[in-house]
């Protein structure tokens, strides 16, 4: 599968599409357009691909990676897939908006499918495997791409860090637990392709990040 990665200026949030160039079916994960400049931009890129938005997919549902959820919802009528443990932040959009000090025109997002660790998305003819890596919340998840080396990880792992802990449902311990058990098991080249800033690879963590010492 092919994947696009998006920079939005919500504390710097990547929305990734991935899609299947044989097909056209494309999931949008992580949206975070928060204004009309962003939903353009997302929307002029599935025009000119000819895609068709499927499915929409959230690692975890923290305010950053939700905002553009409505604008999809109404625009492609496409699905919300998440974890069920992240479902408490789905009804508190509105608070962790607040939280936050952005506009309370940010909507909270119900979840039309539960996704369980182990599970396969099928996108097209392309597959995501769902890493359920709690720690960062209790429902955050990773998407792997097997056949094409990448894996999506959210908050979890990033280039050189990893997740903060200190949100509701945050817990360090079992974030690095996760993280071990789950991602670095993935092959070292992997591409890691996290919630902000740039890309790494499973191996150059492993060898690199101070937290996984």
């Known amino acids: 599968m092919k994947i696009v990665k998006f920079g939005f200026s919500l504390f ?30 997302m929307e002029n890129f599935i025009r000119k691909n000819s895609l068709e938005v499927t499915h929409i997919i959230n690692t975890h549902l923290h305010i950053d990676h939700v905002v553009g959820i409505g604008f999809l919802k109404r625009k492609y009528n496409a699905p919300l897939y998440a974890h069920k443990d992240d479902e408490f932040l789905a009804s508190r959009v509105g608070e962790q908006a607040r939280m936050f000090g952005l506009p309370a025109k940010v909507e909270d997002v119900a979840i039309d499918y539960y996704l369980s660790p182990g599970e396969t998305i099928k996108i097209g003819d392309g597959e995501l495997k769902v890493i359920h890596v709690p720690g960062h919340s209790p429902g955050s998840i990773a998407l792997y791409d097997e056949k094409d080396g990448f894996v999506i990880t959210g908050d979890a792992l990033f280039a050189g860090s990893v997740g903060r802990t200190d949100l509701p449902g945050g817990n360090m311990s079992t974030l690095l637990l996760s993280i071990k058990n789950g991602l670095l098991a993935l092959p070292p080249s992997t591409i890691v392709y996290p919630g902000h800033g740039p890309a790494t690879t499973i191996g150059q963590e492993e060898k690199m990040n101070p937290y996984l010492s």
């Open 12 to 41: 710097g949030i990547n929305t990734y599409l991935v899609y299947d160039p044989s097909t056209l079916k494309c999931a949008v994960i992580d949206p975070g357009m928060f204004d009309k400049e962003e939903e353009d931009a």
